[in-house]
């Protein structure tokens, strides 16, 4: 496969490019970055020297097409809707790591406040989280990478909606990220003596990735009702990692186990989910640098309601690796292609 990362010099397009080294099948063919065009990503990156020789590029269409059946796009929102049209139209298939393409036009000028991208394109766009739409990404001109935030949180709660065991509208979703998650981009709010020994909430039912996740739990929710969620985000003072905490009131009598045994069948094709045993739990630590998503849940007895716990680097599942993912599956390659490492504990 002959691959074009765009947004190369960012921290996600920065893990793509780490992550491609490994796969057997990619060769990098263009790296672009508008802003630095002309550099040597080693010269950028000086950790890359040996690893990758490039010159970063214009994004161009064109001169995508002309080396590269495969688009990586790891810009900002809000720039891909203007690229992505271009790159369609001259054959190339596309992974948008950005948000641009994950919600109908009416929700994304909502909540992003940007124009969003013809309603043609966004009708060509496929959901791109694997454990849940792999047989439609597979045939996929262009796929919607998942937000980070929405990653670990559906993959915590899908067996449970689509199964009916808990009512969707009770859900509350306690949710961490690591600074990274804010980009490279310099924010006020993100820098060290702002972040360091501080622990805080930011955008409170407000945050861009919430009607996402509603799309997704609505979409699979038996009994067709739409979904909506209490969602609150925090600013963690380190540099990568997501962990999810979701409650929600049971439709039933279960136990843990009763729920560990619907997970383990919901994903027991889905390599980069680990189930915990009962009363073991994730930590970003156990994910950190990989592709793997870990839960771990509880049913309270008492209050009859359910704890599940998801965790993610949000650079890779949350962004990187999981587009590698589907980008194996557009490539008709396991997904466990180029993606298959141990974290990396310290």
Same mark, same amino acid.
């Given at each position: 496969m002959?691959?074009?990362?765009?947004?190369?010099t960012g921290y996600t397009g920065l893990e793509v490019v780490r992550l491609l080294q490994k796969h057997p099948e990619a060769e990098v063919t263009y790296v672009s970055s508008d802003s630095q065009a002309g550099a040597d990503l080693s010269d950028v990156y000086p950790h890359l020297r040996g690893v990758l020789a490039h010159t970063l590029q214009p994004a161009d269409p064109a001169e995508i097409a002309k080396v590269a059946d495969f688009a990586l796009v790891? &810009?900002?929102?809000?720039?891909?809707? +203007?690229? %992505?049209?271009?790159?369609?139209?001259?054959? $190339?298939?596309?992974?948008?790591?950005?948000?641009?393409?994950?919600?109908?036009?009416?929700?994304?000028?909502?909540?992003?406040?940007?124009?969003?991208?013809?309603? @043609? %394109? =966004?009708?060509?766009?496929?959901y791109g989280l694997p454990e849940l739409y792999a047989s439609r990404i597979a045939d996929a001109k262009l796929?919607?990478?998942?937000?980070?935030?929405?990653?670990?949180? &559906? !993959?915590? !709660? =899908?067996?449970l909606v689509k199964?009916?065991?808990?009512?969707?509208?009770?859900?509350?979703?306690? @949710?961490?990220?690591?600074?990274?998650?804010?980009?490279?981009? &310099?924010?006020?709010?993100?820098?060290?003596?702002?972040v360091n020994e501080n622990f805080k909430a930011y955008k409170v039912g407000e945050h861009q990735h919430i009607p996402e996740i509603e799309r997704v739990?609505?979409?699979?929710?038996?009994?067709?009702?739409?979904?909506?969620?209490?969602?609150?985000?925090?600013? $963690?003072?380190?540099?990568? +990692?997501?962990l999810t905490t979701s409650y929600?009131? =049971?439709?039933?009598?279960?136990?843990?186990?009763d729920l560990l045994a619907v997970y383990r069948e919901f994903y027991r094709d889905a390599p980069f989910v680990r189930l915990h045993a009962a009363g073991s739990w994730p930590q970003t630590r156990d994910v950190s640098a990989s592709n793997y998503c870990d839960i771990g849940l509880r049913v309270d007895?008492?209050?009859?309601? %359910?704890?599940?716990?998801?965790?993610?680097?949000?650079l890779v599942k949350g962004a990187a690796g999981q587009a590698i993912q589907n980008l194996n599956l557009l490539a008709g390659l396991p997904e466990t292609t180029?993606?298959?490492?141990?974290? $990396?504990?310290?």
């Open positions: 002959q691959i074009a990362i765009l947004g190369a790891a &810009l900002p929102s809000g720039i891909s809707t +203007g690229l %992505v049209p271009g790159l369609l139209e001259a054959g $190339v298939r596309v992974i948008d790591l950005a948000g641009d393409h994950r919600l109908p036009s009416e929700d994304y000028a909502t909540w992003y406040k940007k124009t969003p991208p013809s309603s @043609a %394109v =966004l009708d060509s766009a496929v796929i919607a990478n998942p937000g980070c935030y929405p990653t670990a949180t &559906l !993959l915590s !709660l =899908l067996p199964n009916g065991l808990i009512d969707p509208q009770s859900l509350i979703i306690d @949710a961490k990220s690591g600074v990274s998650g804010a980009g490279k981009a &310099l924010s006020a709010g993100t820098h060290f003596v702002e739990l609505t979409d699979v929710n038996p009994n067709g009702e739409r979904v909506t969620i209490s969602f609150t985000t925090h600013l $963690v003072p380190m540099i990568r +990692g997501i929600a009131s =049971l439709t039933g009598s279960y136990s843990t186990e007895p008492r209050t009859k309601r %359910v704890t599940v716990i998801g965790c993610i680097d949000n180029g993606l298959a490492t141990a974290p $990396v504990y310290l």
